[in-house]
């Protein structure tokens, strides 16, 4: 018999889906792995926890191995967090069941700010092509996700400033989406790990985007984009869907014009070859 996973985070690249995934594994009874399972394998064959001891894919990762095994039977709820899961996020709820998701969405200038940080940055196994006007193509996809998300989908999006405001409350409401009748209790050491990787990273040398990728992302806060997923409380799909859609009809096509011109802007072929495979992958999906 196969024990499916409980629950998957996904949503905007550098938009908050590992916080929310350590936070979720700081609490107990929950573990939410990092990426160990990829969006284009049959989720409805991960079988847990096993699948997160033992190489099942040639994609498979690590991450969690010690902290299952360590914990054993103590975790009730398990999940994965992968933030494109939109890609394919119908295809893995029907796999799934319909289980619960959380889809975290961020402030799109500092998402485009990081990818260009990541970038920049020669030991980051990031992809240097992926710049900061990707973060447009890849919110125009997960937004594309949810209004084609199926209308019964359990999905609870979470800005990331719900997050830094009061992470209590956040990994709460959270907790209680996915592990529903659990009492949130947070384990000490774990958090304190999560506390050492936000210093770390507060530390880190900020970026400022060019003047043609501020003017896109701006495009995208224009549309309504920010005031909807700046809020502070969550909110779920189904009671936000038609204004997902509106931000969708009012800015997609607008802004994959302006990311096709901005990228010969940057005059780099890494830029352009990220480009060309994006449009590959997406043509794909399409199909």
Not at 2 to 25: E, H, Q, W
Not at 172 to 194: D, G, L, N, Q, Y
């Amino acid at each position: 018999m196969t024990n499916k996973l409980d629950f998957i985070v996904f949503g905007m690249p550098r938009g908050g889906t590992s916080a929310t995934a350590r936070y979720l594994s700081a609490t107990q009874h929950i573990h939410c792995g990092v990426e160990v399972f990829p969006p284009n394998i049959d989720h409805s064959e991960i079988s847990v926890p096993d699948a997160f001891i033992a190489f099942e894919h040639d994609r498979w990762r690590s991450t969690s191995k010690d902290e299952v095994l360590s914990r054993g039977d103590e975790i009730r709820f398990f999940g994965n967090k992968t933030p494109n899961y939109y890609n394919r996020l119908n295809g893995i709820l029907a796999e799934l069941d319909n289980c619960p998701a959380i889809s975290c969405v961020r402030d799109p200038f500092a998402v485009a700010r990081s990818y260009n940080a990541r970038a920049a940055n020669r030991k980051d196994p990031w992809q240097k092509g992926r710049r900061g006007v990707f973060a447009i193509m890849d919110t125009i996809s997960l937004l594309r996700a949810l209004v084609h998300a199926p209308d019964d989908a359990n999905i609870l999006i979470a800005p990331h400033q719900c997050l830094l405001d009061d992470w209590r409350s956040a990994v709460k409401r959270m907790a209680e989406h996915v592990a529903p009748a659990v009492p949130t209790a947070f384990e000490k050491s774990r958090v304190m790990r999560i506390n050492q990787i936000k210093r770390k990273q507060g530390r880190k040398v900020k970026t400022e985007l060019q003047d043609f990728e501020a003017e896109l992302v701006g495009d995208l806060v224009d549309s309504g984009f920010s005031a909807l997923f700046d809020s502070k409380t969550h909110l779920l799909l189904s009671d936000v869907k038609g204004q997902i859609e509106d931000i969708l009809s009012q800015f997609e096509e607008r802004g994959l014009a302006g990311v096709d011109e901005a990228v010969s802007l940057y005059g780099e072929d890494d830029v352009v070859n990220y480009y060309k495979r994006w449009h590959n992958i997406t043509q794909r999906l399409d199909d």
